[in-house]
């Protein structure tokens, strides 16, 4: 299978299926005349990715998630700390976000939005300092 056909089965960008080979997360057979062949287990790995990526684990998670799968030693436990430290910073993002959001309702509470000149948003974004 072609890199074109590979990205499609896989869902992904063709640039993205190319990224993943330049780093060395997948490493398909090249053909004599230079093409690159997919095969079932190169489609797996493309396939593992998108859903990792979709998970939001970061490309170095990704690695280390597909090195864990490929290894039939590995301790379930592992998989499961990586998880839970995504998780972590999943939490943290969503506290972040949540701050935001906290500070522009604020804000948006502040500012009488009618015809007058006088705005708090813009009043607090001009501050340089977080309110």
Known sequence: MNIGQAAAEAGLPVKTVRYYEEIGLVSPKRRDNGYRHYSAPDLHKLA????????????????TLLSLYEDKKRASADVKNLANGHIAEIDQKIAELQTLRNTLSHLISSCHGDDRADCPILDDLASGHQT
Request: include cysteine; hydrophobic fraction near 40%.
């Open 48 to 63: 593992f990715l998108q859903r990792a990526r979709g998970l939001g684990f970061s490309i170095d998670d990704c690695r």
